[in-house]
C-alpha cells in the first residue's frame, strides 16, 4: 500500500544484499523526464500505468541482483504481478491502516497524487477502498510480512525459508 514503507525498506535491503536498489517511480520520471503527478493530471491514470509496466517489464527481465521498490498499485494492474512473481521474489508489507493513515496525513508536499488535499477523513476512506480493490493482487506475494516488528533480518530470514523450501 502507499505508504507501507517500501523505498524505505528496499533500500535497507538492497544494502545488506549487496543488490542494487530501484525505485519503479523514480525509474519512470527520469524515463519518462516528467513527474508522476504529470504524467496523472495530464494523460489520465491509464497512461501512467502503461508506462509503468513497460518501466517494470525492462527491469525486471533486463537486470539481476536487484530490490524493486514498486508503486502501490503496480502489482494490480496489466498482469503485472504474474510478470513479478515469474521474474523475482515478491515481498509484501502489510501494514494496518492506523499506522498508513498517519504517515501519509504526514505528506504534506502532494508528493502521492492518490491523497493530495485530502483531509484524514478522506485518507482514510481512500486507504480502506484501495485495500478492499487491491488486497487480492498482494497476497499473491511470495513472502508477507505483517505487523511493528517488519525489518530486514527478519525478511532475510523469510527469504532464506523461501530459497531454502
Ligand atoms: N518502519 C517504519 N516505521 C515508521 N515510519 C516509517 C517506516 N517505514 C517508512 N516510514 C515512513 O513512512 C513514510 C512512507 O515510507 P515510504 O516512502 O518508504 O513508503 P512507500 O511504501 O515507498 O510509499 P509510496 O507507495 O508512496 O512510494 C515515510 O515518511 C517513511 O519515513
Ligand atoms: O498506489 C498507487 O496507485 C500509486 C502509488 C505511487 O507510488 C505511484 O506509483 C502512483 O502515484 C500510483
Ligand atoms: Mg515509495
Redesign the pocket.
Known sequence: M????????GKQLARQLNFVFWDL?DVIEKGENRKIRDIFYEEGEGKFRELETKHLYKIITGIEGFVL?T??GTPCFNDNMDLINQESVSVYLDVSMEELLK?LS?DKGGE?PMFAGMDKGEIILKLKNLSAQRERYYRQAKIKLSGED?STELLMSELMTYFRN
Request: net charge positive; glycine share 24%.
Open positions: 502507499p505508504g507501507s514503507g517500501k523505498s524505505t525498506f517511480d521498490s508503486g502501490g504517515r504526514k502521492r517488519i
